[in-house]
């Protein structure tokens, strides 16, 4: 069904600046982890309390006067949106605080943009409020120590934003001390909406920070920088080590994908390097024809597009099941007429074409909707409108700001020999036609102003900072998901759809879980592993699904009973002297990004011409 929108009808301003259904600008910009959502959640009618209070729906949102600039006070105030439910809440109890970081926390959108008759769910986009009920283990911890919970939005991303746009010199206030900096500010000045929310600062009510992926380790690194504002933290998968050149993103996938699947992928990817590197024009045009992208000018944006089915790995979980994206691409290599390869594969001949056609008939149409290769893929363009668009609500250009200036996490081929790639010879499911200087280019391109010469991300400072792998702290509690079991697809009388699946998360070489680095888990700080993905702790339903998951959120809550029991009030708050925060409803604009020709999230939805 084609659904013809007009700019008229485009009235929301909650639309991301994106061209690729799945929220990118572009199909080789590496994907933002962000944190899962309740699937088919609906949070929209009143809320009531333990009492019997009937309390303000979970999506309600409120706004906080955030400093502009904690160097500078004298710049003023912005608003900072923010979440709240005291749905559990006595008085005494903590209050949580997360931020989903680098996203719009309220992700919602318009019914008439996807009707459920047209739509299946995974195309609609939800907001984060559900991450203040007991679907998470923020309500989790709420439901049993009687807090309040908050979500607070991370500053320029959505709607909170210190300056009305995302140039080069607005963004020199997007920082990880300036987000560490919000939250403690936040903590000690808010009115929170509730009785007594006046007087509720860490002085007087234990605080709990909590979050997952880059919010995880903005967990640890506020406990490391400020020490002693929240009593207690939760880090779900928190990618706390900076890494420039983050190849070991892809060895979980390796590792615990399907053998058979992994071999045929190594071995068409050692086929498009051996070809891509050599001088046969011929044989050259017949390998990107062969996925469909014929007209690419550059041969490592066509390498590095496959990278896109790997990345599908990163949006399971553990109550996903095998009818997913990667698996579905997986099938599609090794189901041949019924049977399904054994664990080496079919090998190079019978793998290049079966990856080609899925591209071809199936795969490019749902990466890069109607977009032509070059839009889609293309990354030399420095014109391209994925480059120069400076309009708030741009998650991507927000977060690739903090990947190129403190963070890198660049996921690329394992490297030659070197201080941070792998041993040459290293198992690759990816190119190596895609280095960091690829993604780095792209860094300039986009933010030429930043950098006019070569582009030097502070991982170091990062790391020395706020102490990476390092870090030792006392009621910090640190969840991973890794899983050394690796499957076997052997059996030629089943289908990959009928056998369950590993699981691992992709990020973890960047948590305090990562190979080779033993951080020690202790009572003070506990590192509890599951056989999840990418934060499935965070959900009660993984929880349900898996008991590993669920054991390790047992932990958690155990861990929270025990170090709550021993906090003690520093003094007598004064309380705040801000005023009582109130629901707002805050009609936005709509942007230009928003109504660009760009499939709309959901492959038939095209806007009028």
Same mark, same amino acid.
């Given at each position: 069904?084609?659904?013809?929108?007009?700019?008229?009808?485009?009235?929301?301003?909650?639309?991301?600046?994106?061209?690729?259904?799945?929220?990118?600008?572009?199909?080789?910009?590496?994907?933002?982890?962000?944190?899962?959502?309740?699937?088919?959640?609906?949070?929209?009618?009143?809320?009531?309390?333990?009492?019997?209070?009937?309390?303000?729906?979970?999506?309600?949102?409120?706004?906080?006067?955030?400093?502009?600039?904690?160097?500078?006070?004298?710049?003023?105030?912005?608003?900072?949106?923010?979440?709240?439910?005291?749905?559990?809440?006595?008085?005494?109890?903590?209050?949580?605080?997360?931020?989903?970081?680098?996203?719009?926390?309220?992700?919602?959108?318009?019914?008439?943009?996807?009707?459920?008759?047209?739509?299946?769910?995974?195309?609609?986009?939800?907001?984060?409020?559900?991450?203040?009920?007991?679907?998470?283990?923020?309500?989790?911890?709420?439901?049993?120590?009687?807090?309040?919970?908050?979500?607070? *939005?991370?500053?320029?991303?959505?709607?909170?934003?210190?300056?009305?746009?995302?140039? /080069?010199?607005?963004?020199?206030?997007?920082?990880?001390?300036?987000?560490?900096?919000?939250?403690?500010?936040?903590?000690?000045?808010?009115?929170?909406?509730?009785?007594?929310?006046?007087?509720?600062?860490?002085?007087?009510?234990?605080?709990?920070?909590?979050?997952?992926?880059?919010?995880?380790?903005?967990?640890?690194?506020?406990?490391?920088?400020?020490?002693?504002?929240?009593?207690?933290?939760?880090?779900?998968?928190?990618?706390?080590?900076?890494?420039?050149?983050?190849?070991?993103?892809?060895?979980?996938?390796?590792?615990?994908?399907?053998?058979?699947?992994?071999?045929?992928?190594?071995? /068409?990817?050692?086929?498009?390097?051996?070809?891509?590197?050599?001088?046969?024009?011929?044989?050259?045009?017949?390998?990107?024809?062969?996925?469909?992208?014929?007209?690419?000018?550059?041969?490592?944006?066509?390498?590095?597009?496959?990278?896109?089915?790997?990345?599908?790995?990163?949006?399971?979980?553990?109550?996903?099941?095998?009818?997913?994206?990667?698996?579905?691409?997986?099938?599609?290599?090794?189901?041949?007429?019924?049977?399904?390869?054994?664990?080496?594969?079919?090998?190079?001949?019978?793998?290049?074409?079966?990856?080609?056609?899925?591209?071809?008939?199936?795969?490019?149409?749902?990466?890069?909707?109607?977009?032509?290769?070059?839009?889609?893929?293309?990354?030399?363009?420095?014109?391209?409108?994925?480059y120069t668009d400076t309009e708030v609500d741009n998650a991507n250009r927000s977060w690739f700001w903090i990947v190129c200036n403190e963070v890198g996490y660049l996921q690329v081929c394992p490297?030659?020999?070197?201080?941070?790639?792998?041993?040459?010879?290293?198992?690759?499911?990816?190119?190596?036609?895609?280095?960091?200087?690829?993604?780095?280019?792209?860094?300039?391109?986009?933010?030429?102003?930043?950098?006019?010469?070569?582009?030097?991300?502070?991982?170091?400072?990062?790391?020395?900072?706020?102490?990476?792998?390092?870090?030792r702290l006392d009621r910090l509690f640190f969840a991973n998901g890794m899983r050394k079991t690796i499957l076997n697809t052997h059996d030629r009388n089943i289908s990959i759809e009928n056998v369950?699946?590993?699981?691992?998360?992709?990020?973890?070489?960047?948590?305090?879980?990562?190979?080779?680095?033993?951080?020690?888990?202790?009572?003070?700080?506990?590192?509890?592993?599951?056989?999840?993905?990418?934060?499935?702790?965070?959900?009660?339903?993984?929880?349900?699904?898996?008991?590993?998951?669920?054991?390790?959120?047992? *932990?958690?809550?155990?861990?929270?009973?025990?170090?709550?029991?021993?906090?003690?009030?520093?003094?007598?708050?004064?309380?705040?002297?801000?005023?009582?925060?109130?629901?707002?409803?805050?009609?936005? *604009?709509?942007?230009?990004?928003?109504?660009?020709?760009?499939?709309?999230?959901?492959?038939?939805? *095209?806007?009028?011409?």
């Amino acid at each position: 069904m084609i659904v013809s929108l007009s700019l008229s009808t485009l009235v929301l301003a909650q639309l991301v600046a994106a061209v690729l259904p799945d929220g990118r600008m572009h199909g080789n910009m590496m994907r933002r982890a962000v944190l899962p959502k309740v699937p088919n959640g609906n949070f929209d009618g009143p809320v009531t309390s333990r009492n019997g209070t009937v309390l303000p729906p979970y999506n309600t949102t409120y706004e906080f006067d955030q400093l502009i600039d904690h160097n500078n006070p004298s710049l003023g105030t912005f608003k900072q949106r923010f979440w709240h439910t005291y749905e559990f809440y006595e008085p005494g109890g903590p209050i949580i605080l997360m931020t989903p970081g680098e996203t719009n926390a309220d992700g919602t959108l318009p019914p008439f943009l996807f009707p459920s008759s047209s739509f299946p769910d995974k195309f609609k986009p939800q907001g984060y409020d559900h991450y203040l009920t007991n679907l998470t283990i923020n309500g989790q911890i709420a439901q049993q120590q009687n807090a309040s919970v908050i979500l607070l *939005e991370h500053r320029f991303y959505g709607f909170s934003n210190p300056r009305p746009d995302l140039t /080069v010199e607005s963004l020199k206030l997007h920082t990880l001390q300036q987000a560490i900096d919000d939250l403690v500010y936040f903590a000690e000045n808010v009115n929170l909406p509730m009785p007594g929310g006046d007087n509720v600062g860490p002085d007087v009510a234990p605080w709990i920070l909590i979050g997952g992926s880059y919010s995880g380790a903005l967990t640890s690194w506020t406990m490391v920088n400020k020490t002693g504002v929240f009593w207690a933290g939760y880090a779900s998968s928190g990618v706390v080590e900076a890494i420039l050149d983050f190849w070991e993103y892809f060895e979980p996938v390796r590792l615990n994908m399907p053998k058979n699947c992994s071999a045929d992928i190594q071995a /068409v990817i050692a086929h498009v390097d051996q070809v891509f590197t050599g001088t046969n024009q011929t044989a050259i045009q017949a390998l990107k024809n062969n996925f469909g992208l014929g007209n690419m000018t550059h041969l490592d944006d066509v390498a590095g597009a496959l990278r896109n089915n790997l990345w599908d790995w990163q949006s399971m979980q553990v109550y996903s099941g095998p009818g997913t994206q990667f698996y579905e691409f997986c099938d599609a290599l090794e189901v041949n007429n019924g049977q399904v390869a054994s664990e080496s594969g079919w090998g190079l001949d019978h793998a290049l074409d079966a990856w080609g056609t899925y591209w071809r008939e199936t795969y490019y149409r749902e990466l890069c909707g109607t977009l032509d290769a070059e839009d889609c893929l293309g990354t030399y363009d420095g014109s391209q409108f994925y480059y120069t668009d400076t309009e708030v609500d741009n998650a991507n250009r927000s977060w690739f700001w903090i990947v190129c200036n403190e963070v890198g996490y660049l996921q690329v081929c394992p490297a030659a020999i070197g201080p941070e790639g792998a041993p040459e010879g290293h198992p690759t499911l990816v190119t190596r036609l895609v280095q960091p200087p690829y993604d780095l280019r792209q860094c300039k391109l986009m933010f030429p102003g930043a950098f006019p010469e070569d582009v030097n991300v502070q991982v170091n400072r990062t790391n020395e900072l706020y102490k990476g792998w390092d870090v030792r702290l006392d009621r910090l509690f640190f969840a991973n998901g890794m899983r050394k079991t690796i499957l076997n697809t052997h059996d030629r009388n089943i289908s990959i759809e009928n056998v369950s699946f590993s699981t691992g998360d992709p990020w973890k070489d960047a948590t305090v879980s990562a190979a080779g680095i033993d951080v020690p888990s202790t009572a003070s700080q506990p590192i509890a592993v599951g056989d999840g993905f990418h934060c499935s702790d965070l959900l009660t339903m993984s929880g349900t699904v898996d008991a590993t998951v669920r054991a390790v959120q047992t *932990e958690a809550l155990g861990f929270m009973k025990t170090w709550l029991a021993s906090w003690k009030p520093q003094g007598k708050d004064k309380g705040t002297s801000a005023p009582k925060s109130t629901p707002v409803s805050t009609k936005h *604009e709509p942007k230009e990004h928003a109504v660009k020709h760009v499939n709309a999230f959901s492959k038939g939805v *095209e806007p009028d011409k």
